[in-house]
């Protein structure tokens, strides 16, 4: 069963930067895609950015978009997000996410068969 493990949350100030860090295990060579979601509180769940496991093709969410970006190390099954310029509204549980098909709906939670359990990112002065 694969294994997703969400590092590198914590407290920033605005206009702060974050790296998260995703780590995969178990039957990973079959992962076409990895993602990151995020849920702030009482929000739905929202697509952030993702990237293919060959590195070719990376997607943004729009309230991301200029201040992220994705990563991965594909021989060592791990994605990254870079996040710059941080503002209170990122706040949120950072999700990792990873789909084993080619083709998929980028931003659609159900899309996703793996989870991690998601690392905090409060961005508060």
């Known amino acids: 069963q694969v294994q997703l493990v969400e590092s590198g949350g914590g407290l920033v100030e605005p206009g702060g930067s974050l790296m998260l860090t995703c780590q995969a295990s178990g039957p990973t060579d079959n992962l076409e895609v990895m993602s990151w979601f995020r849920q702030a509180p009482g929000k739905e769940r929202e697509f952030v950015a993702g990237i293919r496991k060959s590195g070719v093709g990376r997607y943004y969410g729009d309230s991301v978009k200029g201040r992220a970006t994705i990563s991965n190390d594909s021989a060592r099954s791990m994605i990254f997000l870079q996040m710059n310029n941080l503002e209170p509204e990122d706040t949120a549980v950072y999700f990792c996410?990873?789909?084993?098909?080619?083709?998929?709906?980028?931003?659609?939670?159900?899309?996703?068969?793996?989870w991690g359990h998601g690392t905090q990112v409060t961005v508060s002065a």
């Open positions: 996410a990873a789909c084993p098909r080619y083709a998929l709906h980028w931003g659609k939670r159900e899309e996703y068969d793996y």
